[in-house]
């Protein structure tokens, strides 16, 4: 089996502040992605990227960047941080990202921004 | 709107009873799958169905899928404290899944 790590597990931020998220995968997938949970709501994503250098936008991706330098890495960057925002940022994997495919979860990184 | 959504917010049972969560969507699908998410974890899929099949199941765990009237089912039989959690439906998969809101399933003692 393999194992998602995010880090940080808790990150807080001051508004403005551009804050990165990192993930490492090491199940060998192709496809990662990052998704955002607000409490008590669905997961919404932000990016995902298909292979080493390649980022595809989601439904969310305004206000963030993202970056995939190696197959086992992506990082995601919150560009300026908004003011009593709270979230979970979810980082996952799956083997090519084709449909019917499952999506292997990190524990998540915590955002607070003052 | 959301393609995919679990039909209750939330649910509460007593150890040892069956719960079932109903997830219906709006998009034709090529699979459906179930996710738990712990408190302080990421989520873990439970099952994946595919649109021919009309029943899955992993160990206490049943999935139903009913193509027809776009709706599917989770059963947890003899339920565990431990099975706290929010279950999520999501349809697709890959960078095309669509998750619900998610059930909240309360197991108590």
């Known amino acids: 089996g393999g194992i998602i790590t995010q880090t940080p597990k808790f990150l807080i931020g001051q508004e403005g502040q551009k804050l990165t998220l990192k993930c490492q995968q090491n199940?060998?997938?192709?496809?990662m992605y990052w998704y955002r949970q607000d409490s008590g709501k669905g997961l919404r994503l932000i990016y995902y990227?298909?292979?080493?250098?390649?980022?595809q936008k989601g439904d969310l991706s305004e206000g963030y960047d993202a970056s995939r330098e190696k197959k086992s890495s992506f990082s995601l960057t919150v560009t300026s941080a908004q003011k009593n925002e709270m979230a979970v940022f979810l980082c996952?994997?799956?083997?090519?990202?084709?449909?019917?495919?499952?999506?292997?979860f990190g524990s998540g990184t915590r955002l607070t921004v003052l | 709107s959301q393609l995919a959504e679990e039909n209750l917010w939330a649910l509460s049972v007593h150890e040892g009873e069956s719960v079932t969560v109903n997830c219906s969507y709006k998009t034709s699908i090529t699979a459906l799958q179930w996710y738990r998410q712990k408190s302080g974890e990421g989520p873990a899929q439970l099952i994946l169905i595919r649109s021919n099949e009309r029943e899955k199941r992993n160990g206490r765990l049943r999935a139903t899928l009913d193509t027809s009237s776009q709706s599917s089912s989770l059963s947890i039989t003899a339920t565990r404290c431990e099975d706290t959690a929010v279950y999520f439906c999501a349809t697709g998969g890959g960078y095309k899944v669509v998750f619900g809101s998610g059930t909240r399933l309360l197991v108590s003692p």
């Open positions: 990227s298909i292979t080493e250098n390649d980022l």
């Open positions: 199940f060998n997938h192709d496809t």
């Open positions: 996952a994997s799956s083997i090519s990202g084709a449909s019917a495919e499952t999506l292997y």
